[in-house]
């Protein structure tokens, strides 16, 4: 499996601010299920904030809406700064083997809403996270609904994450990596 730094990706709850999505990334990215569903939520939960990372020329992949700021070329603080903020990981995607922007949101203590393909059962399993069919973009959108709505499911679901992400820290997989390795020779 794949690994994240637990000791820089933490939670801090302090700076969660309400109704506040986040996208990560561009690889996989399924643009047309994020574009439908984001003024589909703007219309339920009025105050809606979508916070979008990615490369500068993937910016017209995104629809331009009232509710999503981009962000381009930010360092690392600033980036665990916008998961830190955001109120559910929105990652809807087309494949995916390993993803650091799941592992990234789960050590951040985050609840994630992301497509059910690839890896993505595997490094969710035990947790309380919501995987959507791929293009189900209605269960995307009466997930993220839903959940907006009941912030002790939003603490819950990011208490999971972060309980399953410190299986996933760095040192216990490079030891197992080396492990692993070892076996080979």
Not at 32 to 39: K, M, Q, S
Not at 67 to 75: E, H, P, S, V
Request: proline share 4%; charged share 20%.
């Amino acid at each position: 499996p794949h690994g994240v730094d637990t000791n820089f990706f933490i939670p801090d709850t302090t700076k969660t601010a309400h109704n506040t999505l986040l996208l990560v990334g561009q690889h996989l990215r399924d643009f047309e299920v994020f574009n439908y569903c984001v003024p589909k939520i703007a219309e339920e939960i009025k105050g809606l904030k979508v916070n979008v990372v990615l490369r500068k020329e993937y910016n017209n992949k995104i629809k331009p809406h009232a509710a999503i700021q981009l962000f381009n070329g930010i360092d690392d603080i600033a980036l665990r700064n916008l998961y830190q903020q955001a109120s559910i990981l929105f990652l809807p995607l087309t494949d995916v083997t390993a993803c650091n922007s799941i592992l990234e949101a789960m050590a951040c203590g985050l609840p994630i809403v992301t497509s059910d393909v690839g890896g993505n059962a595997t490094y969710l399993n035990n947790t309380k996270n919501v995987l959507v069919s791929p293009k189900d973009t209605s269960s995307f959108i009466e997930s993220i609904t839903a959940l907006l709505k009941n912030e002790d499911a939003l603490k819950t679901i990011g208490n999971s994450s972060y309980i399953k992400a410190m299986k996933y820290d760095w040192e216990l997989i490079a030891n197992e990596i080396n492990i692993f390795y070892s076996e080979l020779s």
